[in-house]
């Protein structure tokens, strides 16, 4: 019967996509693209309810919760580790050490929000600047710097609203070792600093850096915006399948000689 509908295409073991459609007389052939659903950890997530698991469950992405305790131990079993919350007690510089280096190992991704982005800066300067921006009357989003999947078809310059105002005290960073792909800040006013940004860590995993996005009693799953919460999906799912090109070689002497790096 000619009119719009939705088309749903599901497979165990694959993300749900849908699309909208309208039938006329002649047939229609509809192509889906499914995504694999990765495998998602979270160190020391707000609540079940309202913190990062909630967003990505309401997706249909499972999410395990870690602690420092056992999250150097369990990484192998995933391909993203959001790094929630960090201790200034607890976590320490051989923490951070140990779990970039289990990290790499097993090429998982590591997405660090709001404040463990400060303790980055404390632990091992980079990034070389981290504030915050506290306003509770606007709302905040990041500005695109550079196209790119996790912004899906937004282009250059374009503002995207990720917390209420409400609920809208940010952080930014800056003097990073990666690349900058978004700036943030409040509506109506210029950039604070970097928003997101990225480096690869393996041929196959990437450390990001997300300053407006982190789950606690002052940001909730409530306090995002749809766009916040797509963007972080969107996040999570190119971290997950993160590939960079990589080069090889041998350093010889001038005798054809392999020279030692």
Do not use: C
Not at 64 to 77: A, F, Q
Not at 89 to 108: G, I, Q, S, V
Not at 123 to 146: F, I, Q, S
């Amino acid at each position: 019967v000619e009119g719009n509908y939705k088309v749903r295409a599901t497979a165990d073991g694959y993300l749900v996509e849908e699309q909208d459609i309208r039938l006329r007389e002649e047939p229609l052939v509809v192509d889906f693209t499914l995504t694999a659903i990765p495998r998602v950890a979270v160190l020391n997530d707000y609540s079940t309810a309202a913190g990062f698991g909630s967003v990505l469950r309401e997706k249909g992405i499972p999410v395990t919760n870690l602690t420092v305790g056992n999250v150097v131990e369990e990484i192998s079993k995933y391909d993203v580790l959001f790094v929630n919350q960090t201790s200034t007690t607890a976590f320490k510089k051989e923490n951070l050490d140990a779990l970039l280096k289990a990290a790499d190992e097993t090429r998982t991704s590591v997405i660090f929000t709001d404040s463990p982005i400060s303790q980055l800066k404390v632990l091992r300067g980079d990034p070389g600047v981290r504030e915050r921006a506290a306003v509770t009357n606007m709302d905040a989003g990041y500005v695109v710097e550079k196209k790119h999947p996790i912004f899906g078809e937004a282009e250059e310059g374009d503002y995207l609203p990720i917390l209420i105002g409400s609920k809208s005290t940010i952080g930014y960073f800056n003097n990073y070792s990666g690349t900058g792909i978004a700036t943030i800040k409040h509506e109506g006013r210029d950039p604070y600093g970097l928003g997101i940004a990225f480096k690869p860590r393996t041929s196959g995993s990437v450390e990001l850096l997300m300053g407006g996005h982190g789950f606690s009693i002052s940001h909730t799953s409530e306090h995002y915006t749809e766009e916040g919460k797509d963007l972080l999906i969107r996040a999570v799912l190119w971290a997950a399948n993160a590939n960079f090109a990589t080069a090889s070689g041998t350093v010889k002497d001038v005798e054809g000689k392999p020279v030692s790096a």
